[in-house]
């Protein structure tokens, strides 16, 4: 269990320092198209992750409500939804390929407003490991020692290029190489951090699951509509976010089915 657990915790975190680390293996930005397309893979896979492995169990916990077993996955969904909106309107940030900042006005610097709009939509995704994490160590039937890990994999595989899109466009903008690797590194620290403190909130609430599921969920659904999508479909050629976005969903998809 314990091997399972840490692998559950580190696996997503390490996707995002790899990606990072591609700052000194790669000059220049990353090209507009391998952005886009990297980006509509990440949103495809937290599309299926919130789909599969959150608002399904979600519901399946909740099968003793009868005709009301979608309840606690709708409840839960919208908490979260509302919870990343406020986030999203009250830290700065900025997002890729863009000039106006969000959130609270503030004085911050633009790398540093960069690195926090990816550390924004990190929170759910370490929040989605933790409450999976959580149920299976909790001993739940429906959560299984693979389904976690397939969804840690997910996340993974996914933060490899949120890693590189971060640090890439720093050090073209004069960012040196170490700095730009640290910051793509920070944008996820919080993935951990977030996973770790929902097993402990968890550990107080576990009848609660279900809604903690489908909460992670509702955040991750948002950051896919408020920010993926449209950077992935922005522009000319907008298909080819389309088509990695379905590769992100199916591959998510398998890994969900093949470990779970």
């Not at 599309?47 to 608002?55: G, K, T």
């Not at 576990?206 to 950051?223: D, K």
Request: aromatic letters at 8%; a negative charge.
């Amino acid at each position: 269990m314990i091997t399972e657990f840490i692998l559950g915790i580190l696996l997503p975190f390490l996707g995002t320092a790899f990606g990072a680390a591609c700052v000194f293996a790669m000059q220049g930005r990353l090209h507009t198209k391998v952005q886009r397309a990297l980006t509509g893979f990440a949103a495809g896979v937290m599309v299926a992750a919130s789909v599969w492995s959150l608002l399904v169990p979600a519901m399946e916990q909740a099968e003793d409500m009868g005709r009301w077993a979608f309840l606690p996955a709708v409840i839960g969904f919208w908490l979260g939804v509302l919870f990343l909106l406020v986030l999203d309107r009250t830290i700065p940030h900025l997002h890729q390929n863009s000039s106006q900042p969000e959130g609270l006005h503030t004085r911050l610097k633009r790398t540093t407003m960069l690195v926090l709009a990816v550390t924004l939509h990190n929170v759910p995704e370490g929040m989605a490991v933790g409450v999976v994490l959580a149920g299976w160590m909790a001993g739940n039937g429906g959560i299984t020692a693979a389904g976690t890990l397939a969804l840690s994999i997910g996340i993974a595989i996914q933060n490899f290029p949120e890693g590189a899109i971060i640090s890439m466009p720093l050090r073209a903008e004069g960012v040196g190489k170490g700095r730009a690797f640290l910051y793509g590194i920070l944008s996820g620290v919080v993935e951990p951090i977030a996973t770790m403190l929902t097993i402990w909130a968890a550990g107080f609430i576990l009848p609660a699951l279900p809604y903690l599921l489908s909460f992670a969920a509702g955040a991750m659904i948002y950051v896919v509509v408020e920010e993926l999508i449209p950077e992935a479909s922005a522009g000319e050629h907008s298909n080819l976010g389309t088509l990695f976005f379905g590769l992100g969903f199916t591959v998510m998809l398998a890994l969900d089915v093949a470990l779970g």
